[in-house]
């Protein structure tokens, strides 16, 4: 449906002017000898200044064997067309009519800069997302050398990126070998000088507690290390709706003790030591004892998948098949609690399941997982640890059972900088971009520029429904609020939703309770505020902070008043070092082998005077902690443990044939029975004649040969509905 047009033209009039060293700035007449280093100049200058370049325009000679003038212009340079449909692909605009841009002409074979405009009418990226710059991600050629050597010995492509990351400092930045005040780790030993508990925490993670501490998933069911302790991470989810970190932990066991020692740690780690609004856990007793006794204010919520997903085997496969729907419905379905009584006895009479004991357990905890009696607390959306299960098939790919605690961080961080790059790719798409917008309704606009870009598309969503699809019904009215039914625009039998002001707090509730939940407004609450309301732009009191752009823009302080500050420093200082090298062995790559010597040379000259610089700063005291790399050494290994969740694997019913195949199968070289080898490969052929090479294979169990994993690789199933249904 048209709604007019809607200009994409962004346009402003604040002048923002790239501050970099006078030496490094374009002045005219500077002269280039080829167009190759004119672009080189130019783009140095722009990953300084924080904005990417392209080509704007060329000018051929006359007989057309030459280039006699080129511009290069920003990015952002020029406007983009004007939407008046839905767009199908959600492309955000990038261009906002920026002037800056440089000029050359060609006189006597040298290429001359004969115009320079410097200020821009954007935002410059700031020195940590520069890289992410179309113009700054180029592969140089020296790295493109060494991936045609490393696909010569056939390194996947997957691995080749992994070592150029290592290579170019990837896991150091972000593992704790570099000194930072604000990385937070407490080891518990035992009687034994034994590792117990192990909890870390760094920077990063604990600024962002303080923006989204608000909801916790703590989640215990996977074992990364080859002593099988409890790995513990608790996480959350940012402004952009991605996972993130808040802190990890090892423990020696599942016992309430246990837990009481990490959730104290871990409160004593983040800033300001304030409990979340919730915490999301499964069913763990033990856990459930911990939660009460440490965060009491907290609402403790169960994970509704893990429960969900035990209806086959507590109620059968039959009545699940027949029945699970019908659960499945009226837990999702149901908006508020009442609703959900019923329909829940409904379901349990027609199934024949009013003795099932554990139907009546969990209809007894009902309070603690049902949403129809959760989504008044604020969840941020989740209802599950389904994002701690996505989390762990994630980590997967960089941690094994094998590791030690300290193989164990080191490779776990590396999965940590892959995490954090996706939060740092969506906020330079934020920085760098604007979203299309369906109408030109000043709320749309006004929102567009204050949410993230995955939050504004929930209430875009939101926003366009809410225009037509609902009208108003004022039922009752007092000195307090006005209570209004809410009903859609439809033949079809819709769910009737009811809307109440609260004249005092100037603020809508609507019983879907979206808002409370998600902290996005639901489509009733904005079909109220423009249509009864009236209202151009959405009021204070229903924009939450937390899935704002700035969301993580202001100072955080630990206990001591001190500025937590990430290790982002070091991670701009370093890119810088290594984009300027890596532009120095293009160079030299690209010469005769007299460069080389005298770059090494140069380099040699350079790291003797930094070794001078370390000897005199040497008495320089330590500023801070980092994760004690003598950790294996300062304690004794811990022992081998067993966590409530281990265990066999389910086995597909391929596994058990073979399992079963295997078992009766007999060898005809040594004559045994159930082996997992057979004449062509067997020992007692293809090794000296000893009886004690039959002994040893006649003395073992079958079971022997078993492997048992306990690691699962399908993500969780996700339970979204259509809450209008």
Same mark, same amino acid.
């Given at each position: 449906?048209?709604?007019?047009?809607?200009?994409?033209?962004?346009?402003?009039?604040?002048? #923002?002017?790239?501050?970099?060293?006078?030496?490094?700035?374009?002045?005219?007449?500077?002269?280039?000898?080829?167009?190759?280093?004119?672009?080189?100049?130019?783009?140095? #200058?722009?990953? !300084?200044?924080?904005?990417?370049?392209?080509?704007?325009?060329?000018?051929?000679?006359?007989?057309?064997?030459?280039?006699? +003038?080129?511009?290069?212009?920003?990015?952002?340079?020029?406007?983009?067309?004007?939407?008046?449909?839905?767009?199908?692909?959600?492309?955000?605009?990038?261009?906002?009519?920026?002037?800056?841009?440089?000029?050359?002409?060609?006189?006597?074979?040298?290429?001359?800069?004969?115009?320079?405009?410097?200020?821009?009418?954007?935002?410059?990226?700031?020195?940590?997302?520069?890289?992410?710059?179309?113009?700054? +991600?180029?592969?140089?050629?020296?790295?493109?050398?060494?991936?045609?050597?490393?696909?010569?010995?056939?390194?996947?492509?997957?691995?080749?990126?992994?070592?150029?990351?290592?290579?170019?400092?990837?896991?150091?930045?972000?593992?704790? +070998?570099?000194?930072?005040?604000?990385?937070?780790?407490?080891?518990?030993?035992?009687?034994?000088?034994?590792?117990?508990?192990?909890?870390?925490?760094?920077?990063?993670?604990?600024?962002?507690?303080?923006?989204?501490?608000?909801?916790?998933?703590?989640?215990?069911?996977?074992?990364?290390?080859? #002593?099988?302790?409890?790995?513990?991470?608790?996480?959350?989810?940012?402004?952009?709706?991605?996972?993130?970190?808040?802190?990890?932990?090892?423990?020696?066991?599942?016992?309430?003790?246990?837990?009481?020692?990490?959730?104290?740690?871990?409160?004593?780690?983040?800033?300001?030591?304030?409990?979340?609004?919730? /915490?999301?856990?499964?069913?763990?007793?033990?856990?459930?004892?911990?939660?009460?006794?440490?965060?009491?204010?907290?609402?403790?919520?169960?994970?509704?998948?893990?429960?969900?997903?035990?209806?086959?085997?507590?109620?059968?496969?039959?009545?699940?098949?027949?029945?699970?729907?019908?659960?499945?419905?009226?837990?999702?379905?149901?908006?508020?609690?009442?609703?959900?009584?019923?329909?829940?006895?409904?379901?349990?009479?027609?199934?024949?399941?009013?003795?099932?004991?554990?139907?009546?357990?969990?209809?007894?905890?009902?309070? %603690?997982?049902?949403?129809?009696?959760?989504?008044?607390?604020?969840?941020?959306?989740?209802?599950?640890?389904? =994002?701690?299960?996505?989390?762990?098939?994630?980590?997967?790919?960089?941690?094994?059972?094998?590791?030690?605690?300290?193989?164990?961080?080191?490779?776990?961080?590396?999965?940590?900088?892959?995490?954090?790059?996706?939060?740092?790719?969506?906020?330079?798409?934020?920085?760098?971009?604007?979203?299309?917008?369906?109408?030109?309704?000043?709320?749309?606009?006004?929102?567009?520029? /204050?949410?993230?870009?995955?939050?504004?598309?929930?209430?875009?969503?939101?926003?366009?429904?809410?225009?037509?699809?609902?009208?108003?019904?004022?039922?009752? !009215?007092?000195?307090?609020?006005?209570?209004?039914?809410?009903?859609?625009?439809?033949?079809?039998?819709?769910?009737?939703?009811?809307?109440?002001?609260?004249?005092?707090?100037?603020?809508?509730?609507?019983?879907?309770?979206?808002?409370?939940?998600?902290?996005?407004?639901?489509?009733?609450?904005?079909?109220?505020?423009?249509?009864?309301?009236?209202?151009?732009?959405?009021?204070?009191?229903?924009?939450?902070?937390?899935?704002?752009?700035?969301?993580?823009?202001?100072?955080?302080?630990?206990?001591?008043?001190?500025?937590?500050?990430?290790?982002?420093?070091?991670?701009?200082?370093?890119?810088?070092?290594?984009?300027?090298?890596?532009?120095?062995?293009?160079?030299?790559?690209?010469?005769?082998?007299?460069?080389?010597?005298?770059?090494?040379?140069?380099?040699?000259?350079?790291?003797?005077?930094?070794?001078?610089?370390?000897?005199?700063?040497?008495?320089?005291?330590?500023?801070?902690?980092?994760?004690?790399?003598?950790?294996?050494?300062?304690?004794?290994?811990?022992?081998?443990?067993?966590?409530?969740?281990?265990?066999?694997?389910?086995?597909?019913?391929?596994?058990?044939?073979?399992?079963? =195949?295997?078992?009766?199968?007999?060898?005809?070289?040594?004559?045994?029975?159930?082996?997992?080898?057979?004449?062509?490969?067997?020992?007692?052929?293809?090794?000296?004649?000893?009886? %004690?090479?039959?002994?040893?294979?006649?003395?073992?169990?079958?079971?022997?040969?078993?492997?048992?994993?306990?690691? !699962?690789?399908?993500?969780?199933?996700?339970?979204?509905?259509?809450?209008?249904?």
């Amino acid at each position: 449906m048209n709604l007019g047009s809607v200009s994409c033209s962004t346009e402003t009039t604040e002048v #923002y002017t790239p501050q970099v060293a006078d030496e490094l700035k374009p002045t005219k007449n500077r002269q280039f000898r080829t167009l190759d280093d004119f672009f080189e100049f130019y783009n140095k #200058y722009a990953f !300084e200044a924080g904005f990417s370049v392209r080509r704007s325009s060329t000018a051929k000679s006359k007989d057309g064997s030459e280039t006699i +003038r080129q511009e290069l212009c920003c990015r952002k340079e020029g406007h983009s067309q004007k939407h008046t449909a839905l767009p199908k692909k959600r492309k955000g605009i990038i261009r906002t009519g920026c002037l800056a841009k440089i000029a050359v002409v060609k006189r006597c074979g040298i290429y001359v800069i004969t115009q320079f405009t410097e200020a821009h009418n954007h935002p410059l990226t700031t020195p940590e997302r520069v890289h992410l710059l179309p113009s700054h +991600r180029q592969v140089s050629n020296a790295t493109k050398c060494l991936t045609m050597e490393l696909g010569l010995v056939n390194i996947p492509t997957h691995q080749q990126i992994s070592l150029l990351e290592v290579q170019s400092g990837g896991i150091e930045n972000m593992a704790q +070998r570099e000194k930072n005040s604000f990385f937070n780790f407490k080891i518990e030993e035992d009687s034994e000088n034994r590792i117990k508990h192990c909890f870390w925490a760094d920077a990063t993670s604990r600024r962002a507690y303080s923006f989204f501490g608000d909801v916790v998933i703590f989640d215990t069911t996977y074992n990364t290390n080859k #002593y099988r302790l409890i790995f513990a991470p608790l996480l959350g989810v940012n402004h952009h709706g991605q996972t993130i970190m808040f802190g990890c932990a090892f423990l020696g066991d599942e016992s309430t003790e246990s837990f009481v020692w990490l959730l104290n740690t871990f409160l004593e780690a983040m800033p300001g030591r304030s409990p979340p609004k919730m /915490i999301i856990t499964d069913q763990d007793p033990a856990m459930k004892i911990a939660i009460s006794q440490v965060l009491p204010n907290t609402f403790h919520r169960y994970c509704s998948w893990h429960i969900l997903n035990k209806f086959s085997e507590k109620i059968g496969a039959v009545k699940c098949n027949e029945y699970y729907d019908d659960f499945r419905s009226c837990v999702w379905n149901s908006e508020m609690t009442e609703e959900f009584d019923k329909k829940w006895k409904e379901v349990v009479e027609k199934s024949g399941l009013s003795d099932n004991g554990w139907l009546q357990s969990i209809y007894d905890i009902r309070a %603690s997982w049902v949403p129809a009696y959760c989504n008044h607390i604020f969840s941020a959306g989740m209802s599950s640890s389904q =994002r701690a299960e996505s989390c762990h098939s994630f980590f997967k790919k960089y941690v094994d059972h094998k590791n030690s605690l300290l193989d164990f961080v080191i490779r776990f961080n590396r999965g940590l900088v892959h995490q954090r790059h996706q939060e740092l790719v969506s906020t330079h798409i934020d920085a760098n971009e604007e979203p299309q917008l369906n109408t030109p309704h000043p709320m749309e606009s006004q929102m567009s520029g /204050i949410y993230t870009r995955a939050c504004f598309q929930q209430f875009q969503s939101e926003f366009y429904i809410s225009f037509f699809n609902y009208r108003f019904q004022l039922m009752r !009215e007092d000195d307090n609020q006005r209570l209004y039914l809410v009903k859609k625009r439809s033949d079809q039998i819709q769910k009737d939703r009811e809307i109440v002001y609260d004249k005092h707090t100037d603020l809508v509730s609507c019983t879907c309770k979206k808002f409370q939940s998600e902290g996005i407004p639901c489509r009733h609450i904005l079909g109220y505020l423009l249509k009864v309301q009236e209202v151009d732009y959405l009021p204070d009191q229903y924009i939450l902070n937390r899935w704002t752009k700035a969301a993580n823009a202001t100072v955080v302080k630990d206990l001591d008043g001190l500025e937590i500050t990430d290790t982002n420093a070091l991670v701009v200082k370093r890119s810088k070092l290594f984009h300027h090298a890596s532009l120095v062995i293009d160079k030299v790559l690209t010469n005769p082998d007299e460069a080389q010597t005298m770059f090494i040379e140069a380099l040699d000259n350079v790291l003797d005077k930094i070794k001078q610089m370390q000897v005199n700063s040497s008495e320089s005291a330590s500023i801070g902690k980092k994760f004690p790399s003598d950790v294996q050494h300062r304690y004794n290994e811990p022992k081998i443990i067993k966590a409530k969740a281990s265990g066999k694997r389910l086995k597909k019913s391929k596994e058990k044939t073979e399992r079963k =195949r295997s078992s009766t199968r007999k060898c005809h070289g040594c004559g045994l029975y159930g082996q997992l080898h057979d004449k062509r490969n067997c020992p007692a052929l293809n090794m000296p004649k000893d009886s %004690s090479v039959l002994d040893k294979y006649a003395d073992k169990d079958e079971d022997d040969h078993e492997t048992i994993s306990t690691d !699962e690789d399908e993500d969780p199933s996700s339970f979204d509905e259509d809450y209008d249904n």
